[in-house]
């Protein structure tokens, strides 16, 4: 009925209504019922009327509807029921649908016959259809694939359908859309081309949409030709609706990532399969740039038009865009792309993550839309965006899952590892392997043409995202790639930046070429019509032009610091594009570091070229924030991706470095700065990245020519340092020793670097580090040691000085915290601040601080003592154990000891510094040391004392002074003045020689009782004294004097020191300045004394007399002759080498030695001698005896002679000739009370003695020297002032008082046997000759006249001896001597001076008298004891005596006392009572004196008559002087000899005598006549005892005869 209804065509709606209601309000309608039902409605659909039309379809896709409801229905009730599936036939008949329920089978039969429709083929099942479109068909089709999705999926039947009916159905009405090219003429083509029908495709794309939606699974192959069908729809060449209709379609599959990855799996997994997954994001890619590929570039605005002018307002936009070249206020409000002259503006076309369509939704337009500019571009936006984030966001949830599972499974099994399902993973790969590069392609092509902000960031999120999905996944080409794009975007357009490029060139060469969509990687174009935020300096070596940050680059920037920030762990090696790329736009911003790296805002530093907008302003602080914070989470990164971090830092810091090189432009400091930041910031776990950190530092940056550079890599390293060691680190560094060694090494490491800023840095650093973590250091002193003490000369003052405050600071306030090992450091340490020769002051502070150093030694002896035998024990183990020999300095001496026996070496290495302030200072300090502390050592220890540190330092300043140079040293520095006896090297090293070999001495002295415990004391002794003997052989007055001071020390006949309570006293001598002597007097406050009862014991020993007491029952020890002799040797050798004369001709610079040195050297044998005169030979009295005549020779150089020459009035003796006598006196006092056979000496000392008498008269030769001789007070004027080099001595006083003890000796020994043998007496008396013979000729008066007085005291004290041996012959020699004696003296041959006074002679004359009456009573008496000639030369010397005493030369007026009268008048006496004396034994003597008399009166005769002759001859002349004086002298005999004959007894005078005598008279008679007055009473004289001739003749008067 209804039928027929329709067929009239009446009352359309209500048949419809009442069709709808028959279907759904029951299931009874079925098969053919329902299909003529159905047939009705879709009859109403096409009829006339629109309503009819409309409500018709509505009815239709309603009973649709209903009919797959209903089946569902069934499905539902029949769901608990378990049928047989039928066998499947090959289901070849469309009808055979028996399987099927009734439901499902009108479904099928309705579903089917759609089909049949739309391909224009007749229905099954639908009969009395007569007209169908396929719009409409294909309508329904969508809605039932839509709708029911389930239906097909679990019926085969259904699925069958699909495959064979729908989807052929599908391509088949796709060709049209396929074949069409857009653009090409018909005439080109042989067959009109049918144009693609908007409507058919455009619902023909939906059907295809819902089938790959649900049905993907059953229609893989025919999907994959599907999306590969989509895919060319995209294509250029195709219209502009497919276009847009196709990319609707593909944003639809952009939003469903399962699905994607399901064509991942399917197609691009498998071998020979499309890669269609890829292709679709390709496409994409190939898409966005076609759009921005305009094909006509002539008329870019017209093109840019849109097509349908669909409002005004999209056409206005194009017409302002760039191609009109104005920049128009919608630029900037508008959202758009625009790329190389293209503009494209962005719609919002769907909510994010749906696919919200427009044209797909177009199903009543018939004419194909327009479609508005950048509608395409939008949505293609859009699905790109939603793509990356539908499979990240998948693939995270993904892996997310996986990690908890790993997590979960590692606590239930922790011993086993987790092996994830390897297939998720490949899937996940293979999808971003496929996608990456058409998404990187896409999103750096619109990140560079995008112009609105928020499009900016939509775009900069999805690389970030895809970078950091690909990092996690571990696939590091993609990474990189999305790392760089975001990087170019960052920097100015054409940067020129090695990291990034060299990467882009390997993507752009993977030419990307997809079933004809060309990909490429296109780089950012540099019209940028961005806001300019910034201007600054690009960062290369070469200086260019300024370059441009935008507001897009800054959003970049940040992106980036973001990604570094939260996918820090993710980056890998690309922290390197990251890090540079910063790097780079930090400098272009002008952030400069700050402490602890921080980087901030700096001042323009390069100029004005640095602008920044108030807009970037603002931004800095932010930026810079975030840098530092990017930089602080990298305590969150695990260990790997740390030191990926580390890597990227320090391969920058290389760049910026080969920059830096060769300019002293800024360098960028910006890895340096983030090296340190990351340091400081993972401080907990330190250890793992120290080596690369601070590796890179060191070897690096430390080490680099630009001055910037190199002070930010100290100061990091030396802030990592800091902060490690300041660091609460778990376990304590104290118990951690490997970590803080780690920590300190670089500090050590710093020394290498050559750089006088890098190693201040590193200086300050360990000064702050010791008032820091100074008590805390432990193990890690020997490092810190280390490098206060790498200092060089070439290091310049300031270092030095500031390592040295280093140094004073660790002895002052550290040494006890320090291991005890570590002490033997600070001592070289101090030391080689001593031995450095830039700053003296620091040289000399560094010698105290060594004294402040062995004072804690002595201070804390026991505590170190203990704690050294402890490591020495563990480390004797470890050598034992190793199978090695333990390797330390001074190695067997206990390891307490070995701390001192470094000190000592190191203070003797100073003791021979160039520097003579120096070498005084460590001499003092050394020595005081030895002798304050020396105590503690034990007593092996001293052995190597004396040989390894004193006898070594002795050898050494021996050397130097000895090689020392003689050149005159220029006063320095123009205001200090040198003293001249230091003005040239070698008197600077003498003043050290002196001061070293008075120290050892001194040593030797107070410490001899322990050193002669060792058992090589005798060779030590043996050493010293050659040393002694060697400096006073020195050329140098100084060293060779206090050599002798020293040795008389070691003999111990210095003075002590008196006063010996006060400690300082023994101190003061010893050279200790008082300062130090403080800790040692007292114990300090707070210094308890360890030991008290050794130390006080050894501290009072030593405080005592600075001479120690040797222990009782050793003062044997002391008197070992064998070193008393080995000291006599040394005495000998020195004397005699430094006595001899210089042989050859007289040099100007041959050394003479000074009187002091003699002296002292002389002074030194009576001491000696004590020691050694029990066996004292005759052989060692002839050395003595040459060596003091030697010194005795010695002249004195002019400068001096002031000073040592007694003034010339007083005759005093030099000190030396005191010292020569005093020792022979020595001698003789010993020979006098020692043993018989001592005696033979003593004409040995008699003969030294004469030989001292001589040079009264004859001073002694010195070689060759010219010398002047200080003679008499008359000369010494001239001579004072005279230009000799040398002077002799005035010998005169020392030979005066050498005769009196001759004297005084012969006094005492005349007797003696040996005196006797040896001839001494006549050794005395030739001896006495000289200045007897020489007498007014002495050089002094005063020495004939002592020679005269000793001749007869000795004489008297001799003759009688001698007379008593006469018979022996031993004095037979001696007579002619003497007689030549008296002869010389006598009658001298000088003639007195012409200033001498009457007085004076007088006196001289009564001497003379006094030696003829000692002949007279001493010898003529005994003259037949006396050999004849003796008495015949006696007698010829009287009688010459009684007239020849005349002498020359006076004045008138002193006439008569000048003629020696009283003399004559003695000689005549004597002569005529010896004559005439009764005694006469043999007529032989008497005959001698009688010949005597007659010549006398004869001689008198002749000289009166020759007077008389010339006397007339002369006439009124006076006769010549002399004559008359001759014969005043003859009248004055003649009157002597009248007296004498009176006074004789009668009978002893020869009648010959008389008879001469009588004769006399007339010639005396004849002279009365002389005119001279003189004569004349001299004459009355001569007459007048005549008288008593005047008697009567007695015979002949009285017998009366005539």
């Known amino acids: 009925?209804?039928?027929?209804?329709?067929?009239?065509?009446?009352?359309?709606?209500?048949?419809?209504?009442?069709?709808?209601?028959?279907?759904?309000?029951?299931?009874?309608?079925?098969?053919?019922?329902?299909?003529?039902?159905?047939?009705?409605?879709?009859?109403?659909?096409?009829?006339?009327?629109?309503?009819?039309?409309?409500?018709?379809?509505?009815?239709?896709?309603?009973?649709?509807?209903?009919?797959?409801?209903?089946?569902?229905?069934?499905?539902?009730?029949?769901?608990?029921?378990?049928?047989?599936?039928?066998?499947?036939?090959?289901?070849?008949?469309?009808?055979?649908?028996?399987?099927?329920?009734?439901?499902?089978?009108?479904?099928?039969?309705?579903?089917?016959?759609?089909?049949?429709?739309?391909?224009?083929?007749?229905?099954?099942?639908?009969?009395?259809?007569?007209?169908?479109?396929?719009?409409?068909?294909?309508?329904?089709?969508?809605?039932?694939?839509?709708?029911?999705?389930?239906?097909?999926?679990?019926?085969?039947?259904?699925?069958?359908?699909?495959k064979e009916r729908v989807c052929p159905l599908v391509i088949k009405l796709f060709s049209p859309n396929i074949k069409f090219r857009q653009g090409s003429s018909s005439a080109a083509s042989p067959a009109p081309v049918e144009k693609p029908y908007f409507p058919i495709c455009m619902r023909l794309l939906r059907v295809v949409s819902v089938l790959i939606k649900h049905f993907y699974s059953l229609l893989v192959t025919e999907c994959e030709i599907f999306l590969s069908l989509l895919v060319k729809f995209l294509d250029g060449e195709k219209p502009q609706w497919l276009r847009a209709v196709a990319v609707e379609s593909v944003h639809r599959l952009c939003v469903q990532p399962h699905l994607l990855r399901s064509f991942?799996?399917?197609?691009?997994?498998?071998?020979?399969?499309?890669?269609?997954?890829?292709?679709?994001?390709?496409?994409?890619?190939?898409?966005?740039?076609?759009?921005?590929?305009?094909?006509?570039?002539?008329?870019?605005?017209?093109?840019?038009?849109?097509?349908?002018?669909?409002?005004?307002?999209?056409?206005?936009?194009?017409?302002?865009?760039?191609?009109?070249?104005?920049?128009?206020g919608i630029l900037t409000s508008q959202a758009a792309f625009e790329y190389r002259g293209t503009w494209i503006p962005l719609m919002t076309v769907s909510v994010q993550g749906s696919a919200k369509a427009t044209y797909l939704e177009m199903l009543d337009k018939v004419e194909p839309p327009s479609i508005p500019e950048g509608y395409a571009m939008s949505v293609a936006f859009s699905a790109l965006l939603d793509l990356v984030r539908g499979i990240t966001s998948m693939i995270e949830r993904e892996l997310a899952v996986e990690e908890e599972a790993a997590a979960e499974f590692r606590e239930t099994h922790p011993d086993q590892g987790w092996q994830p399902q390897p297939g998720a993973h490949l899937v996940w790969e293979e999808m971003v392997s496929a996608c990456w590069c058409g998404l990187l392609a896409a999103l750096s092509l619109l990140l560079d043409a995008s112009t609105d902000e928020t499009a900016t960031e939509n775009i900069l999120k999805a690389e970030l995202t895809m970078a950091s999905l690909c990092g996690r996944l571990g696939l590091v080409t993609p990474r990189d790639a999305f790392i760089t794009a975001i990087c170019k975007a960052s920097l100015p357009p054409h940067y020129a930046l090695t990291v990034l490029s060299s990467n882009a060139a390997n993507l752009s060469s993977k030419a990307y070429s997809i079933q004809g969509h060309s990909v490429q990687i296109i780089s950012p174009s540099s019209e940028s019509h961005q806001q300019v935020v910034a201007v600054g300096q690009p960062l290369t070596s070469q200086p260019q032009g300024t370059v441009v940050l935008t507001a897009k680059n800054i959003q970049c920037m940040r992106t980036l610091l973001n990604l570094a920030h939260c996918h820090g762990a993710v980056l890998g090696t690309s922290w390197q594009l990251v890090l540079a790329t910063l790097q780079h736009l930090v400098w272009i911003l002008g952030l400069k570091p700050g402490v602890g790296g921080v980087l901030k805002p700096g001042r323009a530093v390069e100029g004005p070229s640095t602008v920044l907008t108030t807009a970037v302003m603002t931004d800095l602080p932010i930026i810079a924030n975030i840098l530092s914070r990017l930089f602080e989470s990298s305590q969150y990164l695990d260990d790997v991706s740390l030191h990926h971090l580390i890597n990227a830092l320090c391969s920058l810091s290389l760049e910026a470095m080969e920059m830096a090189y060769g300019n002293n432009k800024e360098p960028s400091l910006f890895a340096v700065a983030k090296l340190l930041e990351t340091g400081l910031v993972n401080m907990d776990r330190i250890e793992i990245l120290w080596r690369p950190l601070t590796g890179h530092l060191l070897e690096k940056v430390c080490q680099h020519p630009n001055s910037r550079m190199r002070e930010w890599g100290a100061e990091a390293l030396t802030a990592l340092i800091k902060a490690g060691l300041a660091y609460k680190h778990d376990p304590p560094l104290a118990q951690n020793q490997r970590l803080q060694l780690l920590l300190l090494n670089p500090l050590k490491e710093l020394s290498n670097v050559l750089h006088a800023d890098i190693r201040q840095k590193q200086l300050e650093s360990v000064l702050q580090i010791l008032q820091s973590q100074g008590d805390s250091l432990g193990p890690g002193w020997p490092l810190v040691l280390g490098v206060i003490g790498a200092i060089r000369n070439d290091q310049g003052e300031s270092l030095i000085r500031t390592a040295f405050q280093c140094l004073q600071l660790v002895v002052t306030d550290f040494l006890p915290t320090m291991p005890c090992t570590c002490l033997q450091i600070v001592v070289d340490v101090a030391g080689s601040f001593g031995l450095q020769n830039q700053e003296l002051n620091i040289s000399l502070t560094s010698i105290g601080l060594l004294w402040n150093i062995s004072d804690y030694f002595f201070q804390r002896g026991e505590a170190i003592t203990q704690e050294l035998e402890r490591e020495e024990e563990a480390l004797q183990k470890q050598a034992q154990e190793k199978g090695e020999t333990l390797n330390r300095p001074f190695h067997p001496a206990p390891p307490f000891d070995c701390l001192w026996l470094c000190l000592y070496a190191k203070l003797g290495e100073l003791c021979v510094d160039p520097r003579p302030a120096v070498r005084k200072s460590a001499g003092q300090t050394l020595f005081s040391t030895i002798a304050a502390h020396g105590t503690l050592l034990q007593q092996p220890t001293w052995h190597v004392v004396v040989w390894k540190v004193l006898f070594h330092l002795l050898d050494c300043v021996r050397t130097s002074s000895t090689t020392a140079d003689k050149e005159k040293i220029e006063s320095g520095g123009g205001n200090i003045l040198i003293h001249h006896s230091r003005d040239t090297a070698e008197k600077q090293w003498a003043e050290t020689w002196v001061l070293t070999l008075a120290g050892v001495a001194r040593i030797f002295n107070t410490r001899r009782y322990l050193l002669q415990q060792?058992?090589?004391?005798?060779?030590?002794?043996?050493?010293?004294?050659?040393?002694?003997?060697?400096?006073?052989?020195?050329?140098?007055?100084?060293?060779?004097?206090?050599?002798?001071?020293?040795?008389?020390?070691?003999?111990?006949?210095?003075?002590?020191?008196?006063?010996?309570?006060?400690?300082?006293?023994?101190?003061?001598?010893?050279?200790?300045?008082?300062?130090?002597?403080?800790?040692?007097?007292?114990?300090?406050?707070?210094?308890?004394?360890?030991?008290?009862?050794?130390?006080?014991?050894?501290?009072?020993?030593?405080?005592?007399?600075?001479?120690?007491?040797?222990?009782?029952?050793?003062?044997?020890?002391?008197?070992?002759?064998?070193?008393?002799?080995?000291?006599?040797?040394?005495?000998?050798?020195?004397?005699?080498?430094?006595?001899?004369?210089?042989?050859?001709?007289?040099?100007?610079?041959?050394?003479?030695?000074?009187?002091?040195?003699?002296?002292?050297?002389?002074?030194?044998?009576?001491?000696?001698?004590?020691?050694?005169?029990?066996?004292?030979?005759?052989?060692?009295?002839?050395?003595?005896?040459?060596?003091?005549?030697?010194?005795?020779?010695?002249?004195i150089s002019s400068d001096a002679s002031p000073f040592i020459l007694p003034s010339f009035t007083e005759a005093v003796l030099t000190s030396l000739q005191e010292a020569v006598l005093?020792?022979?006196?020595?001698?003789?006092?010993?020979?006098?009370?020692?043993?018989?056979?001592?005696?033979?000496?003593?004409?040995?000392?008699?003969?030294?003695?004469?030989?001292?008498?001589?040079?009264s008269c004859k001073p002694p030769q010195y070689g060759r020297m010219e010398t002047k001789h200080v003679a008499n007070a008359k000369y010494n004027q001239i001579q004072l002032f005279a230009p000799a080099e040398w002077v002799a001595l005035n010998y005169v006083p020392f030979a005066e008082r050498s005769l009196e003890v001759?004297?005084?000796?012969?006094?005492?020994?005349?007797?003696?046997?040996?005196?006797?043998?040896?001839?001494?007496?006549?050794?005395?008396?030739?001896?006495?000759?000289?200045?007897?013979?020489?007498?007014?000729?002495?050089?002094?008066?005063?020495?004939?006249?002592?020679?005269?007085?000793?001749?007869?005291?000795?004489?008297?004290?001799?003759?009688?001896?001698?007379?008593?041996?006469?018979?022996?012959?031993?004095?037979?020699?001696?007579?002619?001597?003497?007689?030549?004696?008296?002869e010389d003296f006598l009658f001298t041959k000088s003639t007195p001076p012409d200033n001498l006074s009457i007085q004076e002679f007088q006196k001289n004359e009564a001497v003379d008298v006094e030696v003829v009456q000692l002949i007279s009573t001493e010898i003529l008496p005994f003259a037949n004891?006396?050999?004849?000639?003796?008495?015949?030369?006696?007698?010829?010397?009287?009688?010459?005596?009684?007239?020849?005493?005349?002498?020359?030369?006076?004045?008138?007026?002193?006439?008569?006392?000048?003629?020696?009268?009283?003399?004559?008048?003695?000689?005549?006496?004597?002569?005529?009572?010896?004559?005439?004396?009764?005694?006469?034994?043999?007529?032989?003597?008497?005959?001698?004196?009688?010949?005597?008399?007659?010549?006398?009166?004869?001689?008198?005769?002749?000289?009166?008559?020759?007077?008389?002759?010339?006397?007339?001859?002369?006439?009124?002349?006076?006769?010549?002087?002399?004559?008359?004086?001759?014969?005043?002298?003859?009248?004055?005999?003649?009157?002597?000899?009248?007296?004498?004959?009176?006074?004789?007894?009668?009978?002893?005078?020869?009648?010959?005598?008389?008879?001469?005598?009588?004769?006399?008279?007339p010639t005396l008679v004849e002279c009365i006549t002389c005119s001279s007055s003189e004569v004349s009473s001299a004459l009355k004289e001569a007459l007048g005892p005549f008288k008593d001739f005047m008697q009567p003749p007695l015979s002949r008067v009285q017998n009366g005869e005539s």
């Open 1302 to 1382: 001759v004297v005084d000796l012969y006094h005492k020994t005349a007797c003696h046997k040996a005196v006797i043998n040896e001839k001494v007496l006549q050794n005395i008396i030739k001896t006495l000759r000289m200045p007897l013979g020489l007498k007014y000729a002495c050089p002094s008066e005063s020495t004939w006249k002592l020679a005269v007085s000793s001749l007869l005291k000795v004489l008297s004290i001799g003759l009688p001896v001698a007379r008593q041996h006469a018979s022996s012959g031993k004095f037979d020699t001696m007579w002619p001597e003497l007689a030549n004696a008296f």
């Open 1 to 162: 009925m209804l039928w027929q209804l329709m067929e009239n065509g009446l009352e359309e709606l209500k048949l419809l209504q009442t069709v709808l209601v028959l279907l759904t309000t029951n299931t009874v309608v079925h098969d053919e019922v329902l299909s003529k039902a159905i047939v009705l409605c879709f009859r109403l659909h096409f009829t006339k009327d629109n309503i009819t039309n409309n409500t018709a379809a509505a009815t239709v896709r309603q009973v649709v509807t209903v009919v797959f409801e209903r089946m569902v229905a069934e499905d539902e009730r029949f769901k608990g029921i378990v049928e047989q599936p039928p066998s499947v036939q090959g289901n070849t008949n469309r009808r055979s649908v028996s399987t099927l329920r009734p439901s499902a089978k009108d479904a099928y039969m309705l579903f089917q016959d759609l089909c049949q429709l739309v391909n224009a083929d007749a229905p099954y099942w639908l009969v009395g259809m007569t007209e169908m479109t396929r719009t409409f068909g294909l309508e329904l089709l969508e809605s039932v694939l839509n709708d029911f999705p389930g239906v097909f999926l679990q019926h085969q039947e259904f699925s069958f359908l699909l």
């Open 1425 to 1561: 004891f006396i050999p004849k000639d003796f008495v015949g030369q006696i007698m010829t010397m009287l009688n010459r005596g009684s007239i020849h005493s005349q002498s020359p030369s006076f004045t008138e007026a002193e006439i008569d006392v000048r003629m020696r009268e009283e003399f004559s008048k003695v000689c005549f006496e004597t002569l005529l009572q010896f004559s005439f004396s009764n005694k006469v034994s043999t007529p032989q003597e008497g005959y001698i004196s009688r010949m005597a008399l007659s010549v006398l009166l004869k001689r008198s005769q002749d000289v009166l008559r020759r007077y008389v002759e010339d006397e007339r001859l002369s006439g009124r002349c006076p006769l010549p002087r002399q004559q008359v004086t001759e014969i005043i002298f003859v009248l004055k005999a003649i009157s002597t000899l009248m007296d004498s004959l009176k006074k004789t007894q009668p009978e002893n005078v020869d009648g010959n005598t008389w008879a001469q005598v009588i004769a006399l008279y």
């Open 1222 to 1255: 005093t020792s022979l006196d020595v001698l003789q006092k010993a020979i006098c009370v020692g043993p018989e056979n001592l005696q033979v000496m003593y004409p040995a000392i008699f003969e030294q003695l004469l030989l001292f008498v001589e040079f």
């Open 1014 to 1195: 060792l058992g090589d004391f005798f060779e030590a002794w043996e050493v010293l004294l050659n040393h002694i003997q060697s400096a006073a052989l020195s050329k140098n007055n100084e060293v060779s004097l206090a050599a002798l001071k020293s040795f008389q020390e070691i003999l111990q006949i210095g003075t002590p020191v008196k006063d010996s309570d006060k400690a300082g006293d023994a101190f003061a001598a010893m050279g200790v300045p008082p300062v130090l002597i403080d800790p040692l007097s007292a114990s300090g406050p707070g210094r308890p004394l360890v030991r008290s009862d050794s130390l006080v014991e050894r501290l009072t020993r030593y405080n005592g007399a600075e001479l120690q007491a040797p222990p009782p029952g050793e003062e044997s020890a002391l008197e070992d002759s064998a070193l008393w002799w080995s000291a006599w040797n040394t005495w000998y050798r020195t004397g005699t080498d430094s006595t001899r004369p210089p042989s050859g001709p007289a040099e100007k610079f041959s050394f003479i030695p000074s009187q002091p040195f003699l002296t002292a050297l002389i002074q030194i044998f009576p001491a000696l001698y004590q020691h050694i005169k029990a066996n004292f030979s005759m052989e060692d009295l002839k050395k003595l005896g040459v060596i003091l005549h030697g010194a005795v020779s010695v002249p």
């Open 264 to 328: 991942c799996q399917s197609y691009d997994m498998k071998q020979h399969s499309t890669k269609v997954f890829r292709d679709i994001v390709n496409a994409l890619g190939s898409f966005i740039q076609s759009l921005f590929i305009v094909p006509n570039a002539g008329n870019p605005a017209v093109v840019g038009a849109p097509t349908g002018g669909s409002g005004s307002g999209a056409q206005g936009a194009a017409q302002g865009g760039p191609g009109t070249g104005g920049v128009s």
